[in-house]
């Protein structure tokens, strides 16, 4: 359905939970998502559980610096995540679009020692991160 269009990870959804990690930073894309939630995001008016075009276009063409990927230390796997709801502002956590079926390209996260699993996957791929010494609670 959606895709990383950059090609550093597998899994859009387990992009979207890079991403999420750094929303509260300052990264190469900080100014361009905050005018595309201005754009969309904040005038959204439909009841509907539909997927913003320009949001999903906007984060799988979303290319993530060195720079970028060097700013996560943490991640945390689950369906209330800020993200989501800039791509489906009305999301219920209830579908499947966002679950992560794959953490390929994790391995571009040189600083990452946290995870977090709520959700959003299998708990099995929590054990890829754990044979990489990363600790998961």
Do not use: H, R
Request: hydrophobic share 40%; aromatic share 14%; with cysteine.
């Amino acid at each position: 359905m959606f895709q990383d269009k950059s090609g550093i990870f597998e899994d859009f959804g387990f992009k979207l939970v890079v991403i999420n990690s750094l929303l509260d930073k300052e990264t190469s894309f900080t100014d361009a998502l905050e005018k595309m939630n201005e754009k969309y995001v904040d005038t959204y008016d439909t009841d509907g559980f539909e997927c913003i075009p320009e949001m999903v276009e906007f984060f799988e063409d979303l290319k993530l610096t060195k720079e970028d990927l060097l700013l996560i230390t943490e991640l945390c796997f689950d369906g209330g995540e800020d993200i989501y709801f800039m791509i489906m502002p009305n999301w219920d956590g209830e579908s499947e679009e966002f679950n992560v079926k794959s953490v390929g390209g994790f391995e571009n996260l040189l600083n990452l020692k946290k995870v977090e699993y709520i959700a959003m996957c299998s708990e099995e791929l929590m054990d890829e991160f754990k044979e990489k010494g990363i600790e998961v609670i």
